[in-house]
């Protein structure tokens, strides 16, 4: 049947969105009508509220301040000679909440599935190349690759290690092993490998 | 870490819609910042155009005409005499979509989870009543109870066939057997069974 334009419109939005398919899309769609004026009110000055937000220009994370730093870069105390590099916003969320690590980030984007960067990827990591020559002497400690443990995350972290070869005096990556609270039963052949290949 | 809050803002609302974990909500907020100003003003015209919808007077599907009716109910040459209760209004479109349905519908809206129909529900199924009493003659040829084939939409459809008792010559339920393009070797011992009593 033809769903009403409304309905469509919103559906035709949502369904773009990461991990909502066609289907949810237009569930989402009937539910806000069934949530009425105040909850679709709510859900929009929300989504207006995201404009405020704006990339800060060294690592590329959003924030909301007038400086166009956010916290962490700001933070003299977060150790600016080590600098994680990861593909999303969420990975440094996650990051962050181990409370284990206190450097620097760069936000580089969601990479395309050509594994080729776009160009204000490019472009962000020209300025990280520009701020290590210039705020650090021309080589940080540590650069931490902080890819997923994929094929397509270690293709990522191979090209890029190349990219910025002399830029650190160590590249490196996030560990592999069993996960905290998984059985050795159930892990896969390259989880227990790597668990081998890296005990200690 | 704290989430800047125009990201919490919107993740707390985006959590509460079906099918959206509070993970994805914050994955969405950060990916609709990423989007750009154009993307989000989108979004929220769309929300806002959800706004125009208003339920049918009869059958509770939403649609945007000036009518108190939606298509469907103004519809004459669909059979009035058969109606269809269901809970989501994407079951609607489902059954809509299949082409072979000609009667009409009564949207009762998601059944909480204590299987007691909530206030406007009770008022849903009594304009329902009225209906069939005033324009039927008191009888409808048919209803058909179109929940879920689960123990938890047998449950409705039982205090339902109960509750209109005597409002209809018939009272029915969908179908139950092997879904089209499944195998037997994998379907489940219910499924099976139900194929097998209802043979045909």
Chains 1, 2 share one sequence.
């Not at 398919?21 to 509220?49: H, K, M, T």
């Not at 962050?96 to 450097?103: A, C, F, P, R, V």
């Not at 443990?149 to 090209?159: E, H, K, L, N, V």
Request: proline share 4%; with cysteine; glycine share 8%.
């Amino acid at each position: 049947m033809n769903l009403p334009d409304p309905i469509r419109r919103i559906a035709d939005q949502l369904k773009g969105l990461p991990g909502i398919g066609p289907r949810q899309a237009i569930r989402l769609a009937f539910y806000l009508v069934g949530q009425g004026r105040n909850a679709i009110d709510e859900l929009s000055s929300a989504a207006e509220d995201l404009k405020r937000m704006k990339a800060c220009s060294r690592c590329f994370f959003p924030h909301q301040d007038k400086n166009n730093l956010c916290d962490i870069c700001l933070n003299p105390r977060r150790d600016k000679y080590t600098i994680a590099i990861l593909e999303k916003e969420t990975d440094l969320v996650s990051i962050e909440n181990t409370k284990k690590y206190n450097g620097r980030y760069l936000v580089l984007g969601p990479i395309s599935k050509t594994g080729a960067l776009l160009d204000f990827q490019k472009l962000r990591l020209q300025s990280l190349k520009n701020y290590i020559q210039k705020e650090l002497g021309g080589k940080a400690e540590e650069i931490i690759l902080a890819f997923n443990p994929t094929s397509y995350g270690d293709f990522i972290a191979a090209s890029l290690a190349k990219e910025l070869d002399g830029f650190a005096k160590k590249i490196s990556r996030l560990g592999r092993g069993l996960p905290t609270g998984g059985e050795i039963e159930f892990a896969d052949d390259e989880t227990l490998g790597s668990a081998l290949e890296r005990r200690g």
